[in-house]
């Protein structure tokens, strides 16, 4: 997995966003956020931990609802400023139930 200073994480005050990415249909679903914190938990329990910005606390996907993410890649992108979690999803992603939390298109 990726090195941390690969991360740059002065942009958005010690966050970066998070894509997460169904590994075997390769459907995007959904985004959140992580500090070096919530990354650190990722990598050593390979399980998705990421920061509530509301809460202001970390949080591990699943804790409530028992549909956890375990971690098979993360990727960091060109700027360093956005992550990517490669993750073996199980039961729905989204708190409303639905699969991926892009379920609704924005129409024009």
């Known amino acids: 997995m990726e ?3 690969l991360i740059d994480w002065t942009k958005m005050d010690g966050l ?3 894509i997460v990415q169904d590994e075997y249909s ?3 679903l959904m985004q959140a956020y992580a500090n070096s ?3 650190k938990l990722t990598k050593k329990t390979g399980f998705a ?3 509530s910005r509301s809460r202001k606390k970390i949080w591990k996907k699943g804790e409530t609802s028992g549909n956890i993410q375990i971690v ?3 990727y960091v992108d060109c700027d360093g400023d956005c992550l ?3 993750v073996k999803q199980t039961g729905p992603a989204c708190h409303t139930g639905e699969t991926s939390c892009f379920f609704r298109k924005l129409e024009d």
């Open 16 to 18: 970066v966003p998070v």
């Open 37 to 39: 914190e919530a990354l």
């Open 26 to 28: 390769k459907d995007v």
């Open 84 to 86: 990517l979690y490669v």
């Open 3 to 5: 090195n941390n200073s």
């Open 72 to 74: 098979k890649e993360i």
């Open 49 to 51: 931990h990421y920061y």
